[in-house]
């Protein structure tokens, strides 16, 4: 028989019994759409939180406190601080691979400013702060460098603490207290938006270190230090000589282990990638069952036709047809479910994807390459399961099959 021909008994075969045939494509509808979809959700997701660890900053480097320990119990990261304005003072004179360096004090506190008040992070940091950062001042200025070093009480907000402080007005000259200490606000930063933890970035209060140092913290020590390379090749060499000066500024000894880590922006995004990529093959195995079970469905309809069909098979051998003709005949028509249910599998894909995007607030991303490969598959699934019962069809006695009730 002619391909032509072989397609046109085919459908007519699925299109006599159509409840039957969707049911066998089900599963493989389920498969591919579940597929598709997940995919599709997980490489948003990763794009999605490539695009947050790139809004930390440009080319970044923290350097923070390492762990202490007593009697074989750990206390955990940044337990042992001993992080200083010197050690910051060590990079920016020495460091040759740094653009810029700031110090970072974090404290948390009540805000009053008039009638509303909020409770917010106060992060006291230097001017080169929003280079490191790339985080622009939308109204205002930013403080200076004198305004740092004469310990200026001046601030600058994040877009969250100034409409909730100064709702529909210009917080520009304002005056507010953190901690019962008079600040004067300056500006207003540019919206961040929710970091890869989900944490607003703008519900923040920028001060300069210095005056954050002493007026709002212990005067002595700063929780980390950040720090951007001169380019994005240059983020490790500069992780290396960071560590140098910084062993240096503490006087470390050779056998003496760092009391500082250093992170990088390739090392946070790497983490989070390998999570994101680890649950999406999870939940993508997990839905490739469907396509295991739609494959077992169709193989055991079609063992169902050739039982139905046994005298039409019988007659097709015994009129000449080759054993060959009929087991091409049931694997086209096995494969043709099985594609079918694969083109509908990836318009359900399309339609989950969606929605789980909309309901997650999570950005889809479909690959031509998982759609091309995922209909492949789906017929790949109709030739290996509908093997056996064609096979079974083509090897049927043609005298047994006529007599066949």
């Known amino acids: 028989m002619k391909w032509k021909s072989l397609v046109k008994v085919a459908l007519r075969s699925i299109m006599r019994n159509r409840m039957r045939s969707f049911l066998t494509m089900l599963g493989i509808i389920i498969g591919v759409g579940s597929v598709i979809a997940l995919l599709s959700v997980g490489k948003g997701t990763q ?95 930013f403080f200076t460098e004198r305004e740092m070093k004469s310990m200026s009480k001046v601030a600058v907000l994040g877009a969250t603490v100034a409409d909730t402080l100064f709702p529909g007005i210009d917080p520009i000259g304002a005056r507010m207290r953190i901690r019962n200490v008079p600040f004067t606000v300056i500006g207003v930063l540019s919206k961040k938006g929710q970091n890869m933890m989900g944490d607003d970035q703008d519900d923040i209060i920028l001060t300069p270190s210095t005056t954050a140092l002493v007026r709002l913290s212990d005067g002595k020590t700063v929780n980390s230090i950040m720090a951007s390379a001169i380019s994005e090749q240059m983020v490790e060499p500069a992780r290396t000589e960071l560590g140098l000066l910084m062993r240096e500024s503490h006087r470390l000894k050779d056998n003496e282990n760092n009391d500082f880590g250093i992170r990088t922006q390739t090392e946070i995004n790497e983490t989070a990638t390998s999570i994101t990529k680890m649950m999406t093959l999870l939940l993508s195995s997990i839905a490739g069952v469907s396509l295991l079970v739609g494959g077992i469905g169709i193989m055991n309809i079609m063992l169902v036709s050739v039982t139905e069909r046994t005298r039409e098979i019988g007659l097709r051998l015994a009129i000449g047809a080759r054993e060959a003709d009929v087991m091409v005949q049931f694997l086209v028509e096995a494969s043709i479910i099985s594609l079918m249910g694969g083109v509908l599998g990836i318009l359900f894909g399309f339609a989950a994807g969606g929605v789980i995007g909309k309901l997650t607030a999570t950005s889809i991303v479909v690959d031509p390459v998982i759609i091309a490969v995922s209909f492949l598959f789906s017929g790949v699934i109709g030739v290996f399961f509908g093997f056996y019962p064609a096979k079974k069809a083509a090897a049927l006695n043609p005298i047994d099959a006529l007599h066949y009730e």
């Open 47 to 141: 794009s999605d939180i490539s695009g947050r660890i790139q809004s930390l900053g440009t080319n970044l480097l923290i350097i923070v406190p390492a762990s202490s320990g007593f009697g074989g119990v750990s206390y955990g990261a940044g337990s042992w601080n001993t992080l200083t304005m010197d050690d910051v003072d060590r990079i920016e004179r020495d460091a040759t691979l740094i653009n810029h360096a700031s110090p970072v004090i974090r404290v948390r506190g009540q805000v009053i400013a008039g009638r509303n008040n909020w409770y917010t992070q106060i992060q006291g940091v230097s001017p080169d702060y929003t280079d490191i950062r790339s985080w622009p001042v939308d109204r205002g200025t």
